[in-house]
């Protein structure tokens, strides 16, 4: 985890508050983090975020799967940004820990967006997991080593 190395820890946020549930989701991912993190939104610009890290700095980034659906709605290239990402991520400059959802364990969605942002989700997780030294899927609050 992130807070196992020394302070100051990078929380990059990729949320955009459009609601006010959203604003509430966002005060209190804030208020849980405490002291010793410092915050980077990035709903759109992870990579330059990323590559902007001093060299050793923690990083936390929450999370790809609303990253992924900044891009997605603003109707940006999906394939070539997470192509960036990938290659950004497969030689980080410190600790970075990745977060993202699993979505395609469900149903499959009855509109054609809700498929295009699985199918899109599960080819990015896996180009970031082909990258990643360390791969843990979280079921049921247990954490589960893939890779």
């Given at each position: 985890?992130?807070?196992?190395?020394?302070?100051?820890?990078?929380?990059?946020?990729t949320?955009?508050a459009?609601?006010?549930?959203?604003?509430?989701?966002?005060?209190?991912?804030?208020?849980r983090?405490?002291d010793?993190w410092?915050?980077?939104?990035?709903p759109l610009d992870?990579?330059?975020t990323l590559?902007?890290?001093?060299?050793?700095r923690p990083?936390l980034?929450?999370?790809?799967?609303?990253w992924?659906?900044?891009?997605m709605l603003?109707g940006?290239?999906?394939e070539?940004?997470?192509?960036?990402?990938a290659?950004?991520?497969?030689?980080?400059?410190g600790?970075?820990?990745?977060?993202?959802?699993?979505?395609?364990?469900?149903?499959?969605?009855?509109?054609?967006?809700?498929?295009?942002?699985?199918?899109a989700?599960?080819?990015l997780?896996?180009?970031?997991?082909?990258?990643?030294?360390?791969?843990?899927?979280?079921?049921?609050?247990?954490?589960m080593?893939?890779?």
């Amino acid at each position: 985890m992130v807070t196992a190395f020394p302070v100051p820890w990078t929380y990059v946020a990729t949320a955009q508050a459009f609601d006010d549930e959203m604003r509430e989701r966002i005060a209190l991912h804030r208020a849980r983090r405490g002291d010793g993190w410092q915050t980077v939104d990035a709903p759109l610009d992870l990579v330059e975020t990323l590559v902007a890290q001093p060299v050793g700095r923690p990083v936390l980034v929450d999370c790809l799967t609303l990253w992924l659906t900044n891009h997605m709605l603003a109707g940006h290239d999906v394939e070539a940004e997470c192509a960036r990402l990938a290659a950004v991520l497969e030689s980080p400059r410190g600790p970075w820990v990745v977060v993202s959802n699993e979505v395609g364990l469900g149903i499959v969605p009855d509109n054609a967006l809700a498929r295009r942002f699985r199918d899109a989700a599960g080819r990015l997780n896996q180009q970031v997991a082909a990258v990643a030294d360390r791969v843990v899927l979280t079921v049921a609050g247990l954490p589960m080593q893939v890779k």
